[in-house]
Nanobody, 117 residues
């Protein structure tokens, strides 16, 4: 059974940091592209960051220089280190997996990130 379970969300003040984790199971993790999306109330879901099997990463312009996506292949776990958080980063963050960049096959349930000022 496919599982993508996010953790690490919470409330933090502007300028603070959080690290999100996504534990994956039930699919060939190492051959998939993994990523993080977010959605704030009233806004469309936005791709935040992705990482491919070869380690290539990409980021939304809004988070470049502040967020870092990484993974531990031995643990089938994806991470998103979020530094210098801003109130506009407030959103539900979702872990996602797909066979290639731009194709999402599996979604996690999400973890809420709230940044206050």
């Amino acid at each position: 059974q496919v599982q993508l379970v996010e953790s690490g969300g919470g409330s933090v003040q502007a300028g603070g940091s959080l690290r999100l984790s996504c534990a994956a199971a039930g699919f060939p993790y190492r051959s998939y592209c993994m990523g993080w999306f977010r959605q704030a109330p009233g806004k469309e879901r936005e791709g935040v960051a992705s990482i491919e099997s070869d380690g290539s990463t990409s980021y939304a312009d809004s988070v470049k220089g502040r967020f870092t996506i990484s993974q531990d292949n031995a643990k089938n776990t994806l991470y998103l280190q979020m530094n210098s958080l801003k109130p506009e980063d407030t959103a539900m963050y979702y872990c996602a997996a797909g066979p290639q960049l731009g194709v999402v096959r599996y979604w996690g349930q999400g973890t809420q990130v709230t940044v206050s000022s």
